[in-house]
Structures are given as structure tokens and as C-alpha cells.
T-cell receptor, first 116, second 115 residues
């Protein structure tokens, strides 16, 4: 099955700096890669996603890049703010059809702390 | 509109007891997922329901775990003979249509503590 590795496990930055979180996946059939943000005590929320037919996607201060050849994808947050502090999870879907279509395999999470 | 809701929010039970966790998905969402989040860990897939299709149970860790989805809406996750390693936050998510990679919306979770 799919295996997703996420690094680093913790990341500490100063306000205004950039933050980068990287994930690798094992199943070359995976074709959808969402990123979730989970604030302390709250539910995970989708912040950005990318599909295998594009290499990069941006949404204001957040961007995601995908390298299908190397089987890795990254989250980039620019001009970080204290409210960006949270746990970030990457995920991948291993199949393009069938009953496992929506099943997500998550990375272990990255605790991001943005210091004012 | 109303999001995904789960009940109870917290559950403390003694080892060996059975527990039932409930999930109310967003109205109209045909796909429903259960995940488990252990302390400091990522989310672990448990089971997936899509419409009237047979559920994908490939993530259930043992035969003590089972889930139902009645009428294509509410789902119940049952853990029989609970063990301490079952302690975790159990998250439910729903999406409009699981076959189109639509966004999964998560509920607030049920924190299960087995003593």
C-alpha cells in the first residue's frame, strides 16, 4: 500500500520567514495530494491540494509543488505569521478508481511554530 | 450550513467495555470516512463508505472494530472489548462524492480514553 513520509517533524521559524515541509510517497499511482492544517484541539482543515497533472499551485502565501518522477511534494509558506502555527499534514490517495478512490494516506505531521 | 458532527466529544471507558462513536456527515455527502489519530501521530485510515457500495474496511486494525452507515447518512463506529491501545481521537470526514476527489470535511472528533 501507499506510504507517506513527512519531514521535518517540527519546524520553528521567525515571523516573516518562509517555511517548507516535504513529503515523499511510495505509490506511483497516487494522483491527488492535499495538505491539511490542524490547530491545537481543532479538526484538520484542507488548505491546498494538487493533482498529478500540474507541478505547482499557489494560493496567496501558500504554494505546493509536486515532482512525480521523484515522488515527492512540498508545502511552501511565505511571510509566515504567528497564526500559521499549527500541525500540518500531507496526504496522498493511492488509486484512481474503485472503492479506495477517496482514501487518504497521511504523513506523520509537522508541528510549525512561528515566533513573533 | 452544518458541518460534520460527532458524538460524544469525549468518552472514557474501562478496558474490556464496548463503545459506540457516532458521525453525522454533511447533508448530501455520499462518501464518509473514519480515521484514527493517536497522540502525536498522523491520521490513520480506518474505513470508507461510498453510497451503496460495499465499504472499504482495509484500515480496520482488528475484528474488534466495525462500522455501519445506515440510510446512507449517519455512521456508527463500534469498538468491542476495548484495549488501552485503542485510546485515540477518532475523526470522521465526509465528502460530496468520493469518486471525484472532492474535499473531505472533518468532524471535531471523539477523544476515546480506555482506562
Amino acid at each position: 500500500g501507499e506510504n507517506v513520509e513527512q519531514h521535518p517533524s517540527t519546524l520553528s521559524v521567525q515571523e516573516g520567514d518562509s517555511a517548507v515541509i516535504k513529503c515523499t510517497y511510495s505509490d506511483s499511482a497516487s494522483n491527488y495530494f492535499p495538505w491539511y492544517k490542524q490547530e491545537l484541539g481543532k479538526r484538520p482543515q484542507l488548505i491546498i491540494d494538487i493533482r498529478s497533472n500540474v507541478g505547482e499551485k499557489k494560493d496567496q502565501r501558500i504554494a505546493v509543488t509536486l515532482n512525480k518522477t521523484a515522488k515527492h511534494f512540498s508545502l511552501h509558506i511565505t511571510e509566515t505569521q504567528p497564526e500559521d502555527s499549527a500541525v500540518y499534514f500531507c496526504a496522498a490517495t493511492p488509486r484512481a478508481g474503485g472503492t479506495s478512490y477517496g482514501k487518504l494516506t497521511f504523513g506523520q505531521g509537522t508541528i510549525l511554530t512561528v515566533h513573533p | 450550513g452544518a458541518g460534520v458532527s460527532q458524538s460524544p466529544s469525549n468518552k472514557v471507558t474501562e478496558k474490556g467495555k464496548d463503545v459506540e462513536l457516532r458521525c453525522d456527515p454533511i447533508s448530501g455527502h455520499t462518501a464518509l470516512y473514519w480515521y484514527r489519530q493517536s497522540l502525536g501521530q498522523g491520521l490513520e485510515f480506518l474505513i470508507y463508505f461510498q453510497g451503496n457500495s460495499a465499504p472499504d474496511k482495509s484500515g480496520l486494525p482488528s475484528d474488534r472494530f466495525s462500522a455501519e452507515r445506515t440510510g446512507g447518512s449517519v455512521s456508527t463506529l463500534t469498538i468491542q472489548r476495548t484495549q488501552q491501545e485503542d485510546s485515540a481521537v477518532y475523526l470522521c470526514a465526509s465528502s460530496l462524492d468520493g469518486t471525484t476527489l472532492s474535499e473531505q470535511y472533518f468532524g471535531p472528533g471523539t477523544r476515546l480514553t480506555v482506562t
